[in-house]
């Protein structure tokens, strides 16, 4: 499969047939909106499920908390525990499928290959196995803390529905490797992110041997981001994934 894309039949366009075109803009004259409705009425009726809504779910209590309170970990819970647990599952859960993300762009590298400048089969099984030291070192981390590694949290939610799309683009056969690079890319900025996030708050609350531990996963993090970028400005001849953001 070509890493690039080509001219071809796309008749998506309008401009596919001028006189069809106008026909279809004739139609819409002819054969209005049946209800009186508008945009508004959606948002209405969305603010309605808004009120009505219990939100995202919630955060177990620990399931242990007389196992908590005689570990060193206690402090790392900090002044706000269910905020810590709602952030470590999300992260959990994020690496699990990170490695789920890695699974399928090395059967696509096998598929496909790979191209001029793009990833090799050892770097990406190296992320891949990477994204399951960090999930394996969080699961840990939330069982030390009394936590339920298993548990969906809110923010775990919410972030699997963030980046559902990544996944799919990934995963569809059509999509050569440089497009699912792009894919990505979004997930390693997103991990990079939420990573940092996370190292600030175990770091308020004075957990020294998660910091360490954290902070060389996010050093992993950089890496994988730096690498993609530089994947997929060598799909697009460019000279180099480094950006200059407002030069
Ligand atoms: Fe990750
Ligand atoms: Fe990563």
Same mark, same amino acid.
Do not use: C
């Given at each position: 499969m070509a890493n690039h894309v080509e001219i071809g039949l796309n008749r998506t366009g309008i401009a596919? =047939?001028?006189r069809?075109?106008?026909?279809m803009v004739e139609g819409t004259r002819e054969f209005p909106p049946m209800t009186n409705g508008d945009e508004r009425t959606i948002g209405l009726r969305r603010g309605e499920y808004v009120r009505e809504s219990e939100g995202l779910g919630s955060v177990?209590?620990?399931? =242990?908390?007389?196992?908590?309170?005689?570990?060193?970990?206690?402090?790392?819970?900090?002044?706000?525990?269910?905020?810590?647990?709602?952030k470590l599952s999300?992260?959990?859960?994020? &690496?699990?499928?990170?490695?789920?993300?890695? &699974?399928?762009?090395? =059967?696509?590298?096998?598929? +496909?290959?790979?191209? &001029?400048?793009?990833?090799?089969r050892e770097e990406l099984v190296e992320m891949m196995q990477e994204e399951y030291?960090?999930?394996?070192?969080?699961?840990?981390?939330?069982a030390k803390m009394g936590g339920d590694p298993t548990v969906m949290t809110p923010s775990a939610d919410l972030h699997a529905t963030i980046t559902r799309g990544v996944m799919e683009a990934i995963v569809d056969a059509r999509t050569s490797l440089a497009q699912a690079l792009e894919a990505l890319?979004?997930?390693?900025?997103?991990?990079?992110? +939420?990573?940092? =996030?996370?190292?600030?708050?175990?770091?308020?609350a004075g957990g020294e041997i998660e910091l360490q531990l954290f902070e060389s996963a996010?050093? &992993?993090? +950089?890496?994988?981001?730096?690498?993609?970028?530089?994947?997929?400005a060598a799909s697009q001849n460019r000279a180099s994934g480094e950006l200059s953001l407002g030069a």
């Amino acid at each position: 499969m070509a890493n690039h894309v080509e001219i071809g039949l796309n008749r998506t366009g309008i401009a596919t =047939s001028p006189r069809l075109a106008q026909e279809m803009v004739e139609g819409t004259r002819e054969f209005p909106p049946m209800t009186n409705g508008d945009e508004r009425t959606i948002g209405l009726r969305r603010g309605e499920y808004v009120r009505e809504s219990e939100g995202l779910g919630s955060v177990p209590p620990p399931t =242990s908390l007389k196992g908590m309170a005689k570990t060193a970990l206690q402090g790392v819970l900090g002044q706000r525990p269910t905020l810590m647990l709602d952030k470590l599952s999300e992260r959990l859960a994020f &690496e699990r499928t990170g490695v789920r993300l890695y &699974e399928a762009l090395i =059967s696509k590298l096998e598929a +496909a290959g790979s191209f &001029e400048g793009g990833p090799t089969r050892e770097e990406l099984v190296e992320m891949m196995q990477e994204e399951y030291a960090h999930y394996n070192l969080l699961t840990d981390v939330v069982a030390k803390m009394g936590g339920d590694p298993t548990v969906m949290t809110p923010s775990a939610d919410l972030h699997a529905t963030i980046t559902r799309g990544v996944m799919e683009a990934i995963v569809d056969a059509r999509t050569s490797l440089a497009q699912a690079l792009e894919a990505l890319l979004v997930a390693e900025l997103a991990d990079g992110d +939420a990573w940092d =996030s996370l190292i600030e708050l175990v770091g308020e609350a004075g957990g020294e041997i998660e910091l360490q531990l954290f902070e060389s996963a996010a050093m &992993e993090e +950089a890496k994988h981001l730096e690498r993609v970028r530089t994947w997929i400005a060598a799909s697009q001849n460019r000279a180099s994934g480094e950006l200059s953001l407002g030069a």
